[in-house]
């Protein structure tokens, strides 16, 4: 497998973790803020979207063509693409992931790795290559698929990367909290030395 076809594919293992991680829950539970910055489930894949949108799109001359982001608009509300307003539909925002998915892999497709681009918010360092902004946007998505992650075991429990491989021991509610009590107890105990 070449760079591109990897990173590609890496980048959708990112897509599909974070998607996964909405399957099942509520519209309440997909949009409730669950740690002090208010980092939601929809919210990062809402915020994920618009920042994929504009590395694989308007980065590389193909601005995403479906619809403007009103989450950017100068009188939007504060963090607006990292949350859900009770009028915005969980669907509306999956589907448009995975339109933004579609335009972002045909501009994968149709240039070469070393391809230029630019990232006019980068600065003076905004000159960048497909490269770049691939191994960008894959790391950025894995890391909002590991902030959705946490949130997901905070709402009900359910952890790991896929569901047919989460990555993580099959173990029972016991055997999670016992393991939960020895870290705790390693914790304490280090504290004290």
Same mark, same amino acid.
Request: proline content about 6%; aromatic content about 8%; hydrophobic content about 40%.
């Given at each position: +497998?070449?760079?591109?076809?990897?990173?590609?594919?890496?980048?959708?293992?990112?897509?599909?973790?974070?998607? =996964?991680?909405?399957?099942? $829950?509520?519209?309440?539970?997909?949009?409730?803020?669950?740690?002090? /910055?208010?980092?939601? $489930?929809?919210?990062?894949?809402?915020?994920?979207? /618009? !920042?994929?949108?504009?590395?694989?799109?308007?980065?590389?001359?193909?601005?995403?063509?479906?619809?403007?982001?009103?989450?950017?608009?100068?009188?939007?509300?504060?963090?607006?693409? +990292? =949350?859900?307003?009770?009028?915005?539909?969980?669907?509306?925002?999956?589907?448009?992931?995975?339109?933004?998915?579609?335009?972002?892999?045909?501009?994968?497709?149709?240039?070469? $790795?070393?391809?230029?681009?630019? #990232?006019? =918010?980068?600065?003076?360092?905004?000159? !960048?290559?497909?490269?770049?902004? $691939? !191994?960008? #946007?894959?790391?950025?998505?894995?890391?909002?698929?590991?902030?959705?992650?946490?949130?997901?075991?905070?709402?009900?429990?359910?952890?790991?990367?896929?569901?047919?491989?989460?990555?993580?021991?099959?173990?029972?509610?016991?055997?999670?909290?016992?393991?939960?009590?020895? !870290?705790?107890?390693?914790?304490?105990?280090?504290?004290?030395?």
């Amino acid at each position: +497998m070449d760079t591109k076809h990897m990173l590609k594919r890496y980048l959708q293992v990112g897509r599909d973790a974070l998607l =996964w991680k909405l399957e099942g $829950l509520s519209p309440y539970d997909a949009r409730r803020p669950l740690v002090p /910055s208010g980092t939601n $489930l929809l919210g990062l894949v809402k915020h994920t979207a /618009s !920042v994929e949108a504009g590395y694989l799109g308007a980065v590389f001359g193909r601005p995403f063509p479906d619809e403007p982001f009103p989450w950017f608009a100068e009188d939007a509300a504060p963090n607006a693409d +990292m =949350w859900a307003t009770e009028d915005e539909r969980q669907a509306d925002i999956t589907n448009l992931y995975r339109r933004v998915w579609e335009h972002s892999d045909a501009t994968i497709d149709a240039f070469d $790795l070393d391809a230029r681009g630019r #990232v006019p =918010w980068w600065g003076e360092h905004g000159d !960048v290559t497909l490269h770049t902004i $691939l !191994v960008h #946007v894959a790391t950025e998505t894995h890391r909002h698929a590991g902030h959705a992650d946490i949130v997901r075991e905070l709402i009900d429990g359910a952890v790991g990367m896929r569901p047919e491989s989460t990555n993580v021991p099959d173990l029972d509610r016991q055997a999670w909290a016992d393991h939960h009590a020895r !870290v705790e107890a390693a914790a304490r105990a280090a504290s004290e030395r």
